[in-house]
């Protein structure tokens, strides 16, 4: 990914399953610091490398889900793929 320009990059999406949402979030695969700054609660939602399994949702997980999405902007611009 690093050599070559792609036209688009995939940042996220949003699946609705039949018991839970499927969030996926592909700065998480691409940047270890990102997954590393999770929280104890999040990191347990995490199936795979860039999908999260959300069955319930909170006021804490929220907030940290936007701080990760801000952040993963933030990396994706920093990497001129925005």
Not at 9 to 36: D, H, P, W
Not at 50 to 62: A, P, R
Request: net charge positive.
């Amino acid at each position: 990914m690093f050599g070559r320009k792609y036209p688009e990059v995939y940042f996220g999406g949003i699946v609705l399953r039949g018991k839970y949402i499927s969030l996926y979030n592909m700065a998480i695969y691409m940047n270890k610091t990102l997954t590393e700054s999770l929280s104890p609660a999040l990191k347990k939602k995490l199936s795979g490398k860039s999908c999260f399994h959300l069955t319930e949702l909170n006021d804490s997980i929220i907030s940290e889900i936007e701080g990760l999405f801000e952040k993963s902007y933030q990396y994706y611009k920093d990497n001129n793929w925005l």
